[in-house]
């Protein structure tokens, strides 16, 4: 099928999507592959949430690098502790990140090619979330670590893309993104990392 900027379309994506150009295309059905893994990655990130009273930042990562860990009153000695070292799920969290630059970038020459921003609310606020989401690229992929309130609103945002059509799903992504803003603003050590 052809659309009306000339690109093509193979058929219906389900849930009223028919027409869509190649690269949304790639990025619904990458976000529809990641559905299950990054959700259920960030569902064990809570699970397991990680101790960071024992662990010592790499001095590169830090704000101040002089900065040991969150402070306790049965705080281990430094001696106790250990240098951080990125997990499986840091690594896996990583290959989810991987190929969203490239889409939106892409997607903003496309948003700027055929519609205009300037009369379209609903296509400004999708570029805007792009360029804001491209400038803090550099910080997320820096990040040694991705906790469950990091990788909360990244991995529910397949959601939205697999159902873009389900109002009460973005109320849960809102309080994912809620949940971020809070855990890098109080969460040590991540109110002291650079990317963070």
């Known amino acids: 099928m052809h659309l009306s900027d000339g690109s093509h379309a193979g058929g219906s994506l389900g849930y009223g999507v028919t027409e869509i150009a190649a690269h949304n295309a790639f990025w619904y059905w990458y976000q529809f592959i990641w559905l299950v893994p990054a959700n259920v990655l960030t569902l064990w990130l809570f699970i397991k949430r990680m101790d960071y009273h024992k662990i010592i930042w790499h001095p590169d990562f830090l704000i101040d690098p002089n900065y040991i ?36 970038f892409f997607d903003s020459i496309y948003i700027i090619q055929y519609y205009d921003i300037t009369t379209e609310i609903c296509m400004l606020g ?45 109320y849960i992504y809102a309080i994912g993104l809620a949940c971020f803003v809070w855990g890098l603003a109080t969460v040590e050590p991540f109110t002291q990392g650079r990317p963070y």
Request: aromatic content about 24%.
């Open 69 to 104: 860990g969150p402070k306790k009153n049965d705080d281990a000695p430094r001696q106790l502790r250990r240098e951080y070292t990125p997990t499986w799920e840091d690594k896996v969290a990583k290959v989810y990140v991987l190929f969203a630059i490239p889409y939106y």
């Open 126 to 170: 999708m570029f805007l979330h792009h360029l804001a989401t491209m400038y803090s690229f550099k910080n997320i992929w820096d990040m040694p670590h991705y906790s469950w309130f990091v990788m909360y609103p990244l991995a529910f945002h397949c959601f939205l893309i697999v159902f873009p059509y389900t109002l009460w799903l973005q």
